[in-house]
């Protein structure tokens, strides 16, 4: 039997305040996928990611990872699901109070781990997102961009199957962002990543096969490739403002 979707919404309907904010949305992403969604603000790119994550849950219709359909699930399964995930939140989660290196451990604390092995993942995830020299740095002391490849490499620490990410270059200048973007194509070339993504300046790391949801007002406009949507979007101006025109 074919592996089920990594994360996989079916039917969704999202309420918020009394308003629809998402509307019979239907969206899979498979095992080396990498999927990004765009639309302009309060489409409903966030309350998809945490319904994904496990953060909600839909006033509608259903929401599975890895599986597993996340309504039905104890604390300990999500917890072994989220060892599954990495996540990058819109607007910035290292806790303060924490060194980078602390923050870093986080996604690893309830894990009964050999310390050797925790420096041994933290050491690879700081090389990785050249973090070098910054470990014991608190957040505030970091650029932003430097703050951003900390978040990236709290949530690869674990080597994640799935890495979904919101808003990951918000306020990040283009070589803080090329940075990155680098980062997760050799993530994506070297252990098949499948990663989610919101923001058009993720559309670097994508290549013509990957897959594009565009949402506006809470609803599903298009579902495919981004080759597809190209092609569509020559014809459809809504598309192609929602796709051209979002920063
Ligand atoms: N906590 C909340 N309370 C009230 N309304 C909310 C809340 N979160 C989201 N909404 C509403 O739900 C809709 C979708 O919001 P969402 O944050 O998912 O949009 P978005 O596409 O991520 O936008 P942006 O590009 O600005 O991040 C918007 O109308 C927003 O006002």
């Known amino acids: 039997m ?10 969704v309907f999202q309420h918020v305040n009394g308003h629809c904010a998402l509307n019979d949305l239907s969206l899979a992403v498979n095992q080396g996928d990498a999927l990004l969604l765009i639309g302009p603000n309060g489409a409903g790119k966030s309350l998809t990611l ?24 104890t604390d300990a399964r999500m917890n072994r699901l989220r060892g599954r995930l990495g996540v990058v939140l819109q607007g910035g989660s290292l806790l ?35 973090l070098d020299g910054m470990e014991h740095q608190y957040p505030r002391a970091l650029s932003l961009g430097q703050q951003r490849r900390a978040e990236l490499a709290r949530a690869l620490i674990n080597q994640p199957e799935l890495l979904i990410c919101d808003g990951l270059s918000d306020g990040l200048d283009p070589p803080a962002l090329r ?10 070339e070297r252990r098949g990543l499948s990663i989610i993504a919101t923001d ?18 809470g609803r599903l406009l298009f579902a495919g490739t981004r080759a597809d949507l190209e092609a569509r979007s020559r014809d459809d101006l809504a598309l192609r403002t929602l796709f051209e025109g979002h920063p």
């Open 96 to 130: 303060d109070e924490l060194t980078v290196l602390e923050n870093l451990l986080l996604p690893m604390r309830a894990q009964a781990q050999p310390r050797a092995r925790l420096a041994r993942a933290a050491r690879l995830a700081i090389t990785q997102l050249q």
């Open 2 to 11: 074919a592996n089920p979707p990594l994360a996989e919404l079916r039917q």
């Open 50 to 73: 945490r319904l994904m994550v496990g953060l909600d849950h839909p006033s509608a219709g259903s929401v599975r990872l890895f599986g597993q359909d996340l309504r039905h699930l």
């Open 179 to 188: 940075d990155i973007l680098g980062i997760l194509k050799v993530q994506r």
């Open 200 to 217: 058009n300046g993720m559309l670097e790391i994508i290549g013509p096969d990957d897959r594009v949801a565009v949402l506006d007002r």
